[in-house]
T-cell receptor, first 110, second 113 residues
Framework: GENVEQHPSTLSVQEGDSAVIKCTYSDSASNYFPWYKQELGKGPQLIIDIRSNVGEKKDQRIAVTLNKTAKHFSLHITETQPEDSAVYFCAASNEDQFYFGTGTSLTVIP | DTEVTQTPKHLVMGMTNKKSLKCEQHMGHRAMYWYKQKAKKPPELMFVYSYEKLSINESVPSRFSPECPNSSLLNLHLHALQPEDSALYLC????????????FGPGTRLTVL
C-alpha cells in the first residue's frame, strides 16, 4: 500500500512570513494529492489539491507543487496570518483510498 | 454546496449503551466514508459505502456497525464500546470512491465512560 510521510510535525512562523510543508509518497500510481486544514474541534477542510498531470497550482496565498519523479509534493502558504494556525494534513490517492500524512501543526505568531 | 452534516456534535455513552451517529450529504455523491480520528493523529478509514455497497476495514471491531439507508444518509451504530473508542468520528463523501475529493463533516466527539 501507499505510505505518506509529512514534515515538519510542528512549524512556528511569524505573521507575514511564508510556511512550507512537505510530503513524500511511495506509490507511483498515486495521482491525486489534496491538502486539508483542520482547526481545533472541526473536521478537515479541503484547501487545495493537485492531480498528477499538473506540476503546480495556486489559489491566492496558497500553492501546491508536485514532483512526480521524486514522489514529493509541498504546500506553500505566503503572507501567513494568525487564522492560518491549524493542523494541516496532506494525502495521496491511488484510486483505492486516501492515505493521509501524519499532520503538521502550524502556529502563526502575531 | 459542499456540506456534510453530522449529528450529534457531542456524545457521551457508557460501555453498555447503544447509540447511533448520523451523517447526511445532498451533493449527489455516490461514496460515503466513516473515519476515526484520535487527538493529534490523521483520520483512519473505518468504512466505505460506494453506490450503497459496503467495503469494510477488517481491523474495525464488530462493535461498530455501519448502515447506509440511502445514497444521502450514513449511520454508524455503536454497541458495547470501550473507553479507547473515545475519539472524533468523521463522515466524508465524494463523487466516486477513491480518486475524487472527499468533503468532511464537522465530526462527532465521542466519549466512552
Amino acid at each position: 500500500g501507499e505510505n505518506v510521510e509529512q514534515h515538519p510535525s510542528t512549524l512556528s512562523v511569524q505573521e507575514g512570513d511564508s510556511a512550507v510543508i512537505k510530503c513524500t509518497y511511495s506509490d507511483s500510481a498515486s495521482n491525486y494529492f489534496p491538502w486539508y486544514k483542520q482547526e481545533l474541534g472541526k473536521g478537515p477542510q479541503l484547501i487545495i489539491d493537485i492531480r498528477s498531470n499538473v506540476g503546480e497550482k495556486k489559489d491566492q496565498r496558497i500553492a501546491v507543487t508536485l514532483n512526480k519523479t521524486a514522489k514529493h509534493f509541498s504546500l506553500h502558504i505566503t503572507e501567513t496570518q494568525p487564522e492560518d494556525s491549524a493542523v494541516y494534513f496532506c494525502a495521496a490517492s491511488n484510486e483505492d483510498q486516501f492515505y493521509f500524512g501524519t499532520g503538521t501543526s502550524l502556529t502563526v505568531i502575531p | 454546496d459542499t456540506e456534510v452534516t453530522q449529528t450529534p456534535k457531542h456524545l457521551v455513552m457508557g460501555m453498555t449503551n447503544k447509540k447511533s451517529l448520523k451523517c447526511e450529504q445532498h451533493m449527489g455523491h455516490r461514496a460515503m466514508y466513516w473515519y476515526k480520528q484520535k487527538a493529534k493523529k490523521p483520520p483512519e478509514l473505518m468504512f466505505v459505502y460506494s453506490y450503497e455497497k459496503l467495503s469494510i476495514n477488517e481491523s474495525v471491531p464488530s462493535r461498530f456497525s455501519p448502515e447506509c439507508p440511502n445514497s444521502s444518509l450514513l449511520n454508524l451504530h455503536l454497541h458495547a464500546l470501550q473507553p479507547e473508542d473515545s475519539a472524533l468520528y468523521l463522515c466524508a463523501s465524494s463523487q466516486e470512491e477513491g480518486r475524487d475529493t472527499q468533503y468532511f463533516g464537522p465530526g462527532t466527539r465521542l466519549t466512552v465512560l
